[in-house]
Structure formats: structure tokens, C-alpha cells
């Protein structure tokens, strides 16, 4: 006797285009050659990475590509920093570039702002890859916070221009520049969140609403991950994260539930077709 669930993945759910890109790129160079560098994650999900490195895919971190020369190194999504383009220049490495183009628009009015010596501030996750590559725009001088508590440590500027990491909410965006202007700072405000990214807040709160249960899966890693299941949870209260197959418990369920899947932007589609075949055969 089985659980009898009646299982919909969410059809906005899995790659961006940004990340799809970088994908094709690196399945396109790894078809015809043994192996390519990649520089960080490919995506962020353990799932698809171990995927792409049975297929040749090698990972590797700042310190090991200060090692290499005469390489291919694919740059993925998240975009780098200029130094990483003048490391490439003194060790003949060929970066196969997979920059989003929504963050290398980003960088560049980040560094139009830094050269018109605009004070920056910008609204992301510490260490993430894509800021760390937005901050090299301006030489390391951009402030980064993560939340408001962060900046009532610091002097701030009177006046700055306010920038966000691309996977960031939009909400939360706007209540951060209400607040600063409601403190009396002269704030430039650039909405630079991926209507991609945004938009599938929406969605999700429609996707939600339909079903007895949610299977959210994503990478841990994912800071769109956390983000989008925050929405399941606020709109499901019978939401669960799950990063693989293995995590998921019986005890979540009932027999007839319908149960709705979907995930991040960085969610191969492949393992939620996964999970979608072991929910279905649950017994």
C-alpha cells in the first residue's frame, strides 16, 4: 500500500539563464576535451557539480589558479574580479567566460560609480562570489553589509550610491533604502536584483498556496536557495528543504497529499524530477 501522492514540480523552478549558460559552455568544451578548470562552484548545488565532474569538470579555488598556466579556466556565473583577469594575462590562462551578463552589467556601473568617486555601498552576502567580484569593481573601498544592524556600526558617508547582489529580495532592497533615506542620508538607489530572481517570489506564492506539502530542494550553499524557501515557508507553513534524495522523510506526509516541488535558481531540474519519482513511489 502506498503513500499515493500526487506530485507537481513547480514549472518556473531550476536554472536561470545565467547559470544554464555557463553549463552549456563548460558540457559544450568537456564533449570535445578531457577536462576543463572551472574557477569556484559551477552552481550551487553538490548535485549537478559532481555531475559535470564525472564529465571532466575540475574545480578549483584563487589559490590553485595562481598555480596554473597555459590552462583553460572557465569563469561561471557569478563573475570575478579584475585581478583575476590580470592573473590570467601573466600566466597565459584563456578564461572561458560565462559571467551572467546581469552581474557584468552590474560590475560596470558599479565601476562607473567608483570612477566618478561615488562612495558604494552594497547589499549582499560577505564572500559570496558574485560580490566579492562586484567589490574588486571598486578596488575593495565598497562597503558591504548583509543587514541594516551591520551599518550602525560604521560612519557612514553622508552621501553614497546604493547597489544590491543580484539574488537579493527586492523587499527588502526597498525597506534598506526607506530606512537610510528616513536616517537623513543623501542614498543614490540602484535596483540591480534579476527580474529572473524576483519574479519567481511571485510565482512561488501562487505555487504554493495549491498543495498540502513542499518540497523545496537546493544547494545549502545557495543564498537564492534560502531566500526562495523563506517564500514556500511563509506562504506554506508545510514547507521542507531538502538538498538530495536521501533527506527526504516519510513522516512529512499523508496518504493523497498533493505535493508540490521546486527549487532554486541553481537547481538542476533533473533532481527534482528525482525526488518527484521517489515521492511517487512511496510506500
Known amino acids: 500500500m502506498g503513500y499515493n501522492l500526487n506530485v507537481t514540480i513547480d514549472k518556473s523552478s531550476g536554472f536561470c539563464f545565467g547559470v544554464v549558460y555557463a553549463i552549456d559552455m563548460a558540457e559544450d568544451i568537456l564533449d570535445n576535451e578531457e577536462y576543463l578548470y572551472c574557477l569556484g562552484d559551477i552552481v550551487h548545488n ?3 557539480v559532481e555531475r559535470l565532474k564525472a564529465k571532466g569538470l575540475r574545480i578549483i579555488d584563487h589559490d590553485q589558479l595562481h598555480q596554473l598556466s597555459n590552462e583553460k579556466v572557465l569563469i561561471r556565473a557569478h563573475g570575478e574580479a579584475p585581478s583575476t583577469y590580470e592573473l590570467a594575462l601573466n600566466n597565459n590562462l584563456t578564461l572561458i567566460d560565462a559571467s551572467c551578463p546581469v552581474v557584468l552589467k552590474l560590475q560596470n556601473r558599479i565601476k562607473n560609480s567608483h570612477d566618478d568617486n561615488e562612495q558604494i555601498l552594497i547589499f549582499g552576502k560577505h564572500g559570496h562570489a558574485e560580490v566579492i567580484g562586484l567589490q574588486g569593481q571598486t578596488n575593495g573601498k565598497a562597503i558591504v553589509f548583509q543587514d541594516l544592524a551591520e551599518l550602525d556600526e560604521m560612519e557612514l558617508p553622508n552621501k553614497f550610491t546604493l547597489y ?3 539574488t537579493k529580495s527586492t523587499d527588502k532592497f526597498y525597506q534598506i533604502k526607506d530606512e537610510l533615506l528616513s ?3 543623501d542614498v543614490k538607489a540602484n ?3 534579476c527580474r529572473q530572481v524576483s519574479n519567481r517570489y511571485e510565482e512561488l506564492e501562487k ?3 495549491d ?3 513542499i518540497i523545496f530542494v537546493s544547494g545549502k550553499k545557495s543564498s537564492n536557495g534560502k531566500v526562495l524557501y523563506d517564500v514556500c ?4 507553513a508545510n514547507s521542507y528543504f531538502i538538498s538530495n534524495v536521501e533527506e527526504l522523510d516519510k513522516i512529512w506526509f499523508s496518504p493523497n497529499d498533493k505535493v508540490g516541488i521546486c527549487g532554486a535558481t541553481s537547481t538542476p531540474m533533473w ?3 528525482l525526488v518527484k519519482s521517489e515521492l511517487e513511489n512511496l510506500s
Request: charged residues 40%; negative net charge.
Open 271 to 273: 533532481l527534482m524530477e
Open 183 to 185: 536616517r537623513g542620508y
Open 211 to 213: 498543495f498540502d506539502k
Open 233 to 236: 515557508k511563509k506562504h506554506n
Open 191 to 193: 535596483d540591480t536584483i
Open 46 to 48: 553538490d548535485e549537478e
Open 207 to 209: 505555487f504554493v498556496a
Open 164 to 166: 544590491s547582489q543580484t
